[in-house]
């Protein structure tokens, strides 16, 4: 049923990226890190590193669609820059809907006593572990329906 996987979430925000990864069975999601962001080429760089070190064989990068289902300015930012990384590093690209991951991370974090207020990246990380994880459960659910790949 399975097939091996090896994808990068990306929550990607104007200051920081968010990075998670999965294990190579496409269950479980963690977080990695997050890249403050400084210069694209740096961003590439840290990213390149990481797909690199882990075998990346796809990128899923959350959308911040409207609370209205639309594709605001944020989306299209993140849209230009994911396809930039994607075609940098020839990796396919797939999106997830990332609206509200913020606030799930937040409520994660405090639930297991780790929130801070002021550690940002901690919830941009952990924003990117739930917008993998989804990502991962939609392919497992997709898979055991019979399909091959998800829409991009």
Known sequence: MSKKVAALGLDV????????????????ATGITTIVRSSY???????????E??????????????????????AKQVQKFARRVAEQLHLPLEYMDERLSSVEAENQLKARKRFSSY?????DQQAAEIILQQWL????????????????
């Open 53 to 74: 070190e882990r075998n990346v064989n796809l990128l899923v990068v959350g959308l911040p669609y409207t609370m209205a289902g639309e594709i605001g300015s944020q």
């Open 137 to 152: 459960d939609l392919r497992r659910s997709h898979l055991q329906e019979g399909g091959d790949n998800l829409h991009r």
């Open 13 to 28: 925000g104007r200051k920081r990226i968010g990075v998670a990864g999965c294990d190579g069975t496409g269950l479980i």
């Open 41 to 51: 080429d740096q961003d590439i760089a840290q990213i390149k590193q990481l797909v």
């Open 119 to 123: 550690d940002k990246g901690l919830i």
